[in-house]
């Protein structure tokens, strides 16, 4: 890893020049700008100076979450950003202590795992890494110009990008296109990117795709805690089980407001609006979420959004490839958006980059390289966020129910069962661990507790009026009692958001 003292390592190679200035653009410039002389970040948009809401970035009013390989991954590249987020109101968040998790077969424990998610708007995510990158010398944004297509050189080299002006004057909206030089391109513009059709206009194959249908609509909206509302918890996840498929999920995040989703799987439209959004948090498998968002104020409308499946293109296969070029973040690989890691893939592909220019310059050649370790960074992110289905019934399957039981009581399985959570996620064999093992084995069947392990105080207090929905079928053993390993922290009451009208 090279140093990110901004000095820059070593001499420079010309003009790199990166396609979006979304968080796998603003991550790839910082790793160039150690090994160019100069890097130009072209984004369509226009670029705010803080944390701006962009039409590129529609995905960016949904709940985003830092995973740790991502908050840790940007750690590296721009040191103390962990503070700076903070600064400005990202929430951290340790995990499952500071976040109630319903799994597949009950409420987890509240423990300290070793696990911490960071918790922000995802425009804030972004002002935040803008911010770093723009006090880097060798690093300019050029907003309001759109890549177009990429100029071949001889040899099979890249050599520059066809941009064009977002021109309000040009009868087309769009300007004249015009040549832009580089010694090396990265394509960082999304899961829209062009770089299959901009490669083929260069006389290069099209690249094989890996597909997984993963068909689902998002609803979100932003809330003002009750007033009086205390809770001992931060977050609040409420996962999918089978039969009962809808997953929903709290965070906090700055300005003391909670930012709500809903993943309905297989739906072809999000619910519209709040009373759509009520009706549908009281479809998930615990009205706990529905409760508090009926006591809570919106504060702003439902965004909606609706996503078919995910998409690798596996550059790394093709034989033929320009030198010099590279595709990275959603442009080359967009994964499930339930799975909530697209910004770890982002921030790993930076970090792959910056590996191994670190280790061979930009020689000729390095694409190939590159696009190989790209595709290692993708690959258990793919398997994570797409795993093989497992027969119903099937050894496999019924040891997971297990696990998933044994994870309502026992830290070590419920580590376990959060472990998609994890910077370096444990090998398949971790499930055989003696003491998960133990856990597993030793959990006799039984109706799993109700009542999530936290106490909440306000208007917000879960009241019931009709009888509880059933709780997905677990194989949780009876008599059980779900297991402290450690108090939960001392109830907090929600700050105010900042300027915010509250319900009375
Ligand atoms: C509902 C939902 C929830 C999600 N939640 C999470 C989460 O909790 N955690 C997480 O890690 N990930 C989450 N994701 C995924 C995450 O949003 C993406 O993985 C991430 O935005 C990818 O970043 P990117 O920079 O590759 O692409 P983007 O953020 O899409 O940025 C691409 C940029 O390129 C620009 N651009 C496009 N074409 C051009 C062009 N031709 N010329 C110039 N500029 C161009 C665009 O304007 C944009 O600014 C979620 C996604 C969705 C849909």
């Not at 060798?138 to 099979?156: A, I, Q, W």
């Not at 499930?431 to 799993?448: K, S, Y």
Request: glycine share 10%; with cysteine; aromatic share 4%.
């Amino acid at each position: 890893m090279s140093a990110y003292a901004g000095a820059g390592a070593g001499g420079g190679h010309g003009r790199a020049v990166v396609v979006g200035a979304g968080l796998a653009g603003l991550t790839a410039a910082r790793a160039l700008a150690n090994f160019m002389d100069h890097v130009t970040v072209i984004e369509r948009d226009w670029v705010p100076s803080g944390p701006g809401r962009r039409p590129g970035v529609p995905q960016a009013r949904h709940t985003h979450t830092l995973v740790p390989a991502a908050h840790q991954g940007l750690e590296r590249l721009f040191p103390g950003i962990g503070q700076d987020l903070a600064g400005a109101g990202a929430v951290p968040l340790t995990v499952p202590r500071d976040l109630l998790v319903l799994g597949p077969a009950g409420w987890l424990p509240r423990f300290d795992a070793g696990l911490s998610l960071l918790s922000a708007g995802r425009d804030l995510i972004d002002a935040a890494v803008r911010a770093r990158l723009r006090t880097d010398p060798k690093v300019t944004f050029l907003p309001g110009h759109e890549v177009v297509g990429l100029r071949g050189g001889r040899h099979d080299t890249v050599t520059g990008v066809w941009v064009r002006a977002r021109d309000r004057a040009a009868a087309d909206g769009k300007g004249i296109r015009r040549l832009l030089p580089a010694e090396f391109v990265v394509d960082a513009s999304g899961r829209g990117s062009h770089a299959p059709r901009w490669l083929a206009e260069l006389g290069y194959p099209a690249p094989p795709q890996t597909l997984a249908a993963a068909p689902a609509a998002f609803a979100t909206a932003a809330f003002a805690p009750p007033v009086g509302h205390v809770a001992d918890w931060k977050s609040l996840l409420v996962t999918a089980a089978p039969g009962l498929p809808r997953q929903g999920v709290l965070h906090p995040v700055e300005g003391g407001r909670w930012s709500v989703t809903l993943t309905l799987p297989g739906a072809a439209r999000p619910p519209a609006g709040h009373p759509a959004l009520l009706h549908a948090a009281r479809t998930l498998r615990h009205p706990l979420l529905h409760d508090l968002l009926t006591a809570a104020t919106p504060l702003g409308p439902v965004y909606g959004c609706t996503r078919t499946g995910a998409r690798w293109h596996r550059y790394e296969k093709l034989r033929r490839w320009p030198d010099q070029f590279l595709v990275v973040g959603d442009a080359l690989a967009d994964l499930d958006a339930a799975h909530g890691h697209g910004m770890a893939l982002a921030v790993q592909c930076a970090l792959a980059l910056d590996q191994v220019l670190t280790g061979h310059g930009t020689a000729v050649g390095i694409s190939h390289r590159l696009r190989h370790a790209l595709a290692r960074q993708v690959a258990p992110a793919w398997r994570q966020a797409h795993p093989a289905p497992r027969p119903a019934g099937g050894l496999r399957a019924r040891y997971a129910a297990r696990i998933a039981a044994a994870a309502t009581t026992d830290p070590h399985a419920a580590a376990l069962l959060l472990h998609p959570l994890h910077p370096a996620p444990p090998p398949a064999l971790a499930a055989l661990r003696p003491r998960v093992l133990r856990a597993a084995l030793r959990t006799p069947p039984g109706p799993a507790p109700f009542a999530p392990p936290s106490t909440t105080h306000g208007p917000d207090t879960p009241r019931r009026r009709t009888p509880a929905p059933p709780m997905a079928p677990a194989v949780r053993p009876a008599g059980a009692v779900p297991a402290r390993p450690a108090d939960p922290p001392p109830p907090t009451p929600a700050p105010a958001p900042a300027g915010e009208r509250r319900r009375p």
